[in-house]
């Protein structure tokens, strides 16, 4: 199976500085890569993924990048603010295998952000 | 509100017990996932449903744990004789369900904790 792990385990940064977290994988048929968010008290949400076939992918202040080759692909955060403050979780898996449809979450990053 | 919800929100029993949680999903989402999620850890895939039909058990479903999802719409997850061990959050997706090769986002509910005393 898949072993998906992420560094750091914590990161605090100041209000405003960057943050990023990386994931590394181990199935080379993986070729999707999401990051999900969990705040206190919630289920995860999708935040940004991106497929093999690209290689970053930007939305405002969030972006993933991937190198396939290592098999790792990163969140990017700039400009952080109070409220990125969670635990944030990659995912990845390959989507051509009927059937194979769960997520297999990697080991978890909690962002703290210092105002 | 559209999304996933999850009900009770909170669950406190005691060792040997039976429990039963249920998940609403999004409206016209046909598959259904439950997920356990211990402190401290990444949720940990249980079980999932296409419509009414379950297609994949992960063997951390022992057999005191039971998913059930009878008209394709809401699921229930009894666990039977609860452990300590069982201890956990109880997150439950819901999906479009969209053909393999595409991606299909799941969608979390707020899930449901358990505590065994």
């Known amino acids: 199976g898949e072993n998906v792990e992420q560094h750091p385990s914590t990161l605090s940064v100041q209000e405003g500085d960057s943050a990023v977290i990386k994931c590394t994988y181990s199935?080379?048929?993986?070729?999707?890569f999401p990051w999900y968010k969990q705040e206190l008290g919630k289920g995860p949400q999708l935040i940004i993924d991106i497929r093999s076939n690209v290689g970053e992918k930007k939305d405002q202040r969030i972006a993933v990048t991937l190198n396939k080759t290592a098999k790792h692909f990163s969140l990017h955060i700039t400009e952080t603010q109070p409220e990125d403050s969670a635990v944030y979780f990659c995912a990845p898996k390959p989507l051509t295998n009927f059937g194979n449809e769960k997520l297999t979450f990697g080991t978890g990053t909690r962002l703290t952000i210092i105002p | 509100d559209t999304g996933v919800s999850q009900n009770p929100r909170h669950k406190i029993t005691k060792r040997g017990q039976n429990v039963t949680f249920r998940c609403d999903p999004i409206s016209e989402h046909n598959r259904l996932y439950w997920y356990r999620q211990t402190l401290g850890q990444g949720p940990e895939f249980l079980t999932y449903?296409?419509?009414?039909?379950?297609?994949?058990k992960s063997r951390l479903l022992s057999d005191r744990f039971s998913a059930e999802r009878p008209k394709g719409s809401f699921s229930t997850l009894e666990i039977q004789r609860t452990e300590q061990g069982d201890s956990a959050m109880y997150l439950c997706?819901?999906?479009?369900?969209?053909?393999?090769?595409?991606?299909?986002?799941?969608?979390f509910g707020p899930g449901t904790r358990l505590t065994v005393l």
């Open positions: 449903f296409q419509n009414e039909a379950q297609l994949e």
């Open positions: 199935d080379s048929a993986s070729n999707y």
């Open positions: 997706a819901s999906s479009l369900g969209r053909p393999s090769g595409s991606t299909d986002t799941q969608y």
